[in-house]
């Protein structure tokens, strides 16, 4: 980002390349939509675009790429009064060797948690996804959305604790292994 900072053109197309599937995969579980994640995404690029020549690195790249989708997401979602929905959500990847029954529940399993992530705040689904789909640190989550860490502790605690409330009839007798579940 320094480089398209400084000038040069291909550094930005290094970066829409290496990042463009990370930044579709989030939109796509913010939004609900495929279509309006490419949109999303590619709005999210438009505006990294624009911002480029003024960047200063104060955190890492991703955490700042990340915070203009949520935030062009969240915008989105307030225009439209609308929650969270993963109306066209894809099946998850499944490991080889599955009998179709296993692969039956496995898809079933991940169908209703991407209901219950749809029925969470929407910064407690942004908190929970940036952790667990993207691996952000709560510092870093805290960045993208603009909250303290401490913030982000309570956004990913509650949201897990609602998560497992909703799918505690599908659980594991742990309730804290709702991560394993996750698509």
């Not at 197309?13 to 995969?25: A, P, Q, W």
């Not at 640190?137 to 509650?158: C, H, P, Q, T």
């Amino acid at each position: 980002m320094q480089a398209f900072a400084a000038g040069d053109e291909e550094a930005f197309v290094t970066l829409y390349r290496t990042y463009r599937d990370r930044v579709f995969n989030y939109t796509r579980r913010l939004l609900g939509s495929t279509a309006e994640a490419e949109e999303a995404t590619q709005e999210t690029f438009l505006k990294l675009y624009a911002t480029g020549r003024r960047y200063q690195p104060r955190s890492r790249f991703s955490t700042f790429l990340f915070r203009i989708a949520t935030n062009h997401c969240f915008h989105l979602l307030e225009r439209k009064e609308r929650r969270l929905v993963d109306r066209d959500a894809e099946a998850a990847e499944l490991p080889l060797g599955l009998r179709p029954d296993q692969e039956a529940a496995r898809h079933a399993l991940g169908e209703r948690l991407r209901a219950a992530l749809a029925k969470l705040p929407e910064r407690q689904a942004a908190a929970i996804m940036l952790a667990h789909y993207e691996g952000m640190s709560y510092r870093e989550i805290g960045a993208a959305l603009g909250v303290s860490e401490g913030a982000v502790k309570s956004l990913v605690f509650r949201g897990r604790e609602l998560l497992v409330d909703e799918l505690r009839d599908v659980l594991p007798s742990k309730e804290n292994e709702v991560s394993h579940a996750m698509p």
